[in-house]
């Protein structure tokens, strides 16, 4: 069961259908996803995973080593997404990913969304064992003695 505030589900398969790209922010996972319809020359349409930072100046600088033969948007499409990473596909985002790549031939596109949503689904994974057994985590109150 997904957890958190319901998301603008629509919202977001809209700019999905529409934008050149978007940068996937989840609540569980400290990653991004970045999915790039853009193609050049040089490029064709991209899906990366990008590693946490600690600002927007860095997060561009991200962009830009993962997308180098292509400029960075001048308005980056964040996307926050606060259901689990498995509702990518039970929402049909995938879908609309998948769909956009297929009809732009961008088969190595399609190999990295899969890899990138595998490699998601095991990072959330890991984060909820963290939470559920405490390691890395605080607890507020603690346990009272018997």
Same mark, same amino acid.
């Given at each position: 069961? &997904? $957890?958190?505030?319901?998301?603008? /589900?629509?919202? /977001?398969l809209d700019t999905?259908?529409?934008? &050149?790209?978007?940068?996937?922010? =989840? +609540? ?8 790039? =319809?853009?193609?050049?020359? +040089? ?25 180098p033969t292509l ?7 964040? /996307? @926050? ?7 990518? +596909? ?6 609309? /990913?998948?769909?956009? =790549? ?18 998601? &689904? @095991?990072?959330e994974r890991d ?6 057994? $405490? +390691? @890395? ?10």
């Open positions: 069961m &997904d $957890g958190g505030p319901a998301s603008d /589900v629509a919202a /977001v999905l259908r529409h934008s &050149d790209h978007a940068l996937l922010r =989840f +609540e569980t996972v400290p990653h991004r996803l970045l999915i790039d =319809f853009r193609s050049s020359s +040089e490029a064709e349409a991209a899906v990366h995973l990008l590693e946490p930072v600690r600002s927007l100046r860095e997060r561009i600088a991200t962009i830009r080593r993962a997308r400029p960075v948007p001048t308005e980056l499409q964040i /996307v @926050g997404w606060s259901l689990r990473i498995g509702s990518l +596909e039970r929402t049909g985002a995938l879908e609309i /990913v998948r769909q956009r =790549f297929v009809d732009d031939g961008a088969q190595e596109a399609l190999r990295q969304l899969e890899q990138a949503v595998t490699q998601l &689904d @095991g990072l984060e909820f064992r963290r939470a559920i057994t $405490g +390691e @890395g985590y605080r607890t507020l109150w603690p346990a009272r003695s018997s």
